[in-house]
C-alpha cells in the first residue's frame, strides 16, 4: 500500500521559475526522501531528511518537513529544462520504503 | 563502486509463457534487496523484498515470485504470465536497516504481456 501521497500530480513552469510539490503521509516515519524518475528510466535518489530534521538543502534543492502536519515539500530553484521528470517521495516502512505516486514536472525550455 | 544490474531492459512476453527477470548488485555485502512494480505513469508498488539469502517477503499475492539464491542476487519469476503483469519492473538495493542511507535502483526492465 501506498504511503506518501505527492501534490500536484502534475505541474508545469518555465525554465528559471521555482518548482515547489508536496507530500503528505499517514503513519510516524524515521526518515523521508525524494526520488527523481527520469521517463523510462529508474530512480535515481536525491535527498533524504530525517525525522529530527525540519529542513535539508543539497544544491538547487530543498526539502522541509513537518512531522506534525505528516508532510514535507521538495523545492527545486532555477529550474531548467532538463529538471524535467517526475518526482517521488518516500517514507520507511519497516523493512523497506514505500512510494508516493509521484508528481510529473515538465520545464519549458 | 557500488553497482546494480538488471536485464533484460525490455522483454515482450505472450500471455502463458515463463518469466525470469535478473538483478545483481555489485560493491557491497548483506544488502535489502527488493523487486518494484510500477504501472505506466503510476507510482511504485512493492512486490517483494528479501534481508537475507532465501529469505524473501511478499507484499502482494500474485502470480509472481520471487527468489534470492546468492548474497547480491535477486530473481523474479512467473511460471504463468498473465497480461495484468505488464509494466516497468525495478530491482532496488540499500545498506539494512530499512534503506535509510537511501535506494539505489537498477535501471528497470519493461515487460509487456501480449
Known amino acids: 500500500s501506498q504511503q506518501g501521497e505527492e501534490d500536484p500530480q502534475a505541474l508545469s513552469i518555465q525554465e528559471g521559475e521555482n518548482a515547489t510539490m508536496n507530500c503528505s503521509y499517514k503513519t510516524s516515519i524515521n526518515n523521508l526522501q525524494w526520488y527523481r524518475q527520469n521517463s523510462g528510466r529508474g530512480l535515481v535518489h536525491l535527498i533524504l531528511i530525517r525525522s529530527n530534521e525540519r529542513e535539508k538543502h543539497s544544491g538547487r534543492l530543498r526539502v522541509t518537513l513537518d512531522t506534525s502536519k505528516k508532510s514535507s515539500s521538495l523545492l527545486i530553484t532555477a529550474s531548467r529544462a532538463a529538471d524535467t521528470a517526475s518526482y517521488f517521495c518516500a517514507t520507511d516502512f519497516g523493512n523497506d520504503m514505500r512510494f508516493g505516486a509521484g508528481t510529473r514536472l515538465t520545464v519549458k525550455p | 563502486s557500488q553497482t546494480i544490474h538488471q536485464w533484460p531492459a525490455t522483454l515482450v512476453q505472450p500471455v502463458g509463457s515463463p518469466l525470469s527477470l535478473e538483478c545483481t548488485v555489485e560493491g557491497t555485502s548483506n544488502p535489502n534487496l527488493y523487486w518494484y512494480r510500477q504501472a505506466a505513469g503510476r507510482g511504485l508498488q512493492l512486490l517483494f523484498y528479501s534481508v537475507g539469502i532465501g529469505q524473501i517477503s511478499s507484499e502482494v499475492p500474485q502470480n509472481l515470485s520471487a527468489s534470492r539464491p546468492q548474497d547480491r542476487q535477486f530473481i523474479l519469476s512467473s511460471k504463468k504470465l498473465l497480461l495484468s503483469d505488464s509494466g516497468f519492473y525495478l530491482c532496488?538495493?540499500?545498506?539494512?536497516?530499512?534503506?535509510?542511507?537511501?535506494?539505489?535502483f537498477g535501471s528497470g526492465t519493461r515487460l509487456t504481456v501480449v
Open positions: 532496488a538495493w540499500s545498506v539494512p536497516p530499512g534503506g535509510r542511507g537511501g535506494y539505489t
